[in-house]
């Protein structure tokens, strides 16, 4: 359904493009399910074809990468799959079909305006984001406030404990913590972290990993360098993964 209402597209070189048209479209995976996309944007100018894997995590999909694999599934049913291919995950599509007659040759799921420039922005407050908009130093902000689960996973706090009794001897206690970035992985595609620290010094090492499997490999080498270069034991070791 073509368009004419104003609507654009923000590209990575902060120019905007306007959006031609509204539409369905259907991707049939090379295993034969078939995945429809609603309200898909038509925009000539766009080179690539592109699918929000943000808009997918909320309708309920999962999407695990791993090396340079993509699978996406939902309910435990297997959809389709894809590869990694300049710098970007590409599906693995025999057909690409159109609910209209538009001939399209860019489709992409959009999220909120508020959604979309929040997390460009790096989870601003609401608050930033309506100054912002009121300033038009970003498009006009459409009002439709979504709570943010990252945002309420990263600022859970909990009441300290009291009467804590710190250890006076060295590597006598080492606390340890695995956590994950959030669907947002390091530079080197790294998904989640472990954490050793010492009770007596507070010195803390970090470690990141690609599975959270490899948590015990890494205390194993955190024992034996530290063991090495201090002479002296780690004595406990106190994590809500494993206990000694």
């Not at 999962?62 to 049913?77: H, N």
């Not at 999220?111 to 300033?135: A, D």
């Not at 009002?143 to 804590?164: A, D, Q, Y």
């Amino acid at each position: 359904m073509p368009v004419e209402d104003g609507n654009v597209l923000y590209m990575g070189n902060t120019s905007t493009v306007d959006v031609k048209g509204i539409g369905q479209v259907e991707l049939v995976f090379t295993f034969g399910k078939t995945l429809t996309l609603n309200d898909v944007y038509y925009v000539p100018e766009a080179r690539k074809n592109l699918v929000s894997g943000f808009l997918l995590n909320k309708l309920g999909f999962k999407q695990v990468y791993e090396a340079d694999k993509f699978i996406l599934s939902k309910g435990s049913v297997f959809v389709g799959k894809g590869y990694a291919a300049s710098d970007m995950f590409k599906l693995n599509v025999n057909n690409v079909s159109c609910g209209n007659a538009m001939n399209v040759s860019t489709y992409m799921l959009v999220c909120s305006i508020s959604s979309l420039w929040r997390n460009r922005l790096g989870h601003v407050n609401y608050k930033r984001l309506k100054e912002m908009s009121r300033l038009e130093l970003i498009s006009n902000f459409d009002g439709n406030i979504e709570k943010c689960k990252t945002c309420m996973l990263t600022k859970i706090t909990r009441n300290s404990f009291p009467n804590v009794q710190r250890i006076t001897k060295l590597l006598e206690l080492i606390h340890s913590n695995l956590g994950d970035f959030h669907s947002t992985p390091s530079l080197r595609g790294k998904k989640y972290y472990v954490t050793f620290i010492d009770d007596f010094t507070r010195y803390c090492q970090v470690y990141l990993l690609n599975v959270k499997n490899e948590a015990l490999d890494k205390f194993r080498i955190f024992k034996n360098e530290s063991e090495l270069h201090y002479e002296t034991l780690i004595k406990k070791l106190r994590s809500d993964i494993f206990m000694f």
